[in-house]
């Protein structure tokens, strides 16, 4: 199925690859060919973060044919990098899809988002962050509702990435000409209904899962039906 094409789902960079765990194990069942890169980032490395988790799908795809076209998925905080993850590598975009997620624009900041869809919220939680604050700062509490498997629970908690101002504040840059591919839009929870309604405004095709924000720690094959079923529609 799918020859020629790899599925890669990028996880946000405030967890972990756990994110897209299960979802993968279910297109390998299916015969589809994925990867989830891991998104590293170090202070040493001097350079901005946006541009660090790049690389590293870069590197992830180092090895796939020429030909091969990359379906780039993904979810929450990765969906402003996807721009800036397609300029590191060569191979075809066969589309790409926004899981729960931000929609990217140009030189805005993480925090710029935030301020387009809530101003007030956006406005407390710079506040927070000037006072050297991090986010997230979970606790499996507040994680209980959305993945209700205490094993997952446990593994979400041991890969989240807490993040200070200068993640938050960092411009992500959108290449002239993107998308240059077909966009899809999947939305589980209300928190990114702002999104989802860009997306509906740019003319994406947009579906709507009434469910938690890590629904693909939840259900993972529908999530999986999903998306190939998103991208069978666009292409």
Not at 89 to 112: K, Q
Not at 164 to 177: K, L, N, Q, S
Request: charged residues 20%; aromatic residues 10%; glycine residues 6%.
């Amino acid at each position: 199925m799918d020859k020629n094409i790899i599925y890669v789902l990028v996880h946000s960079p405030l967890v972990g690859p756990l994110t897209w765990a299960l979802t993968a194990d279910h297109m390998r069942g299916r015969g589809l060919d994925v990867l989830v890169p891991v998104l590293k980032d170090s202070p040493e490395a001097k350079e901005p973060s946006w541009k660090q988790h790049a690389k590293s799908v870069s590197q992830a795809l180092a090895n796939i044919p020429g030909d091969t076209s990359v379906t780039l998925v993904a979810h929450s905080g990765a969906g402003p990098l996807l721009p800036a993850i397609r300029q590191w590598f060569a191979n075809p975009v066969n589309a790409y899809v926004f899981v729960d997620a931000g929609i990217p624009v140009n030189g805005a900041t993480r925090l710029d988002l935030m301020r387009s869809e809530d101003p007030d919220w956006a406005a407390q939680f710079q506040e927070y962050l000037e006072g050297r604050g991090m986010f997230p700062t979970w606790s499996s509490d507040d994680l209980q509702e959305v993945i209700p498997d205490e094993g997952l629970r446990k593994q979400m908690m041991a890969e989240i990435h807490p993040r200070g101002m200068d993640f938050f504040t960092e411009p992500i840059p959108v290449f002239e000409g993107w998308p240059d591919a077909h966009c899809a839009y999947i939305k589980f929870s209300s928190s990114y209904e702002y999104s989802a309604a860009q997306a509906k405004q740019a003319g994406w095709p947009t579906y709507e899962l009434e469910a938690g924000h890590f629904h693909m720690l939840v259900d993972p094959q529908a999530v999986m039906n999903m998306i190939v079923e998103a991208v069978k529609r666009l292409t």
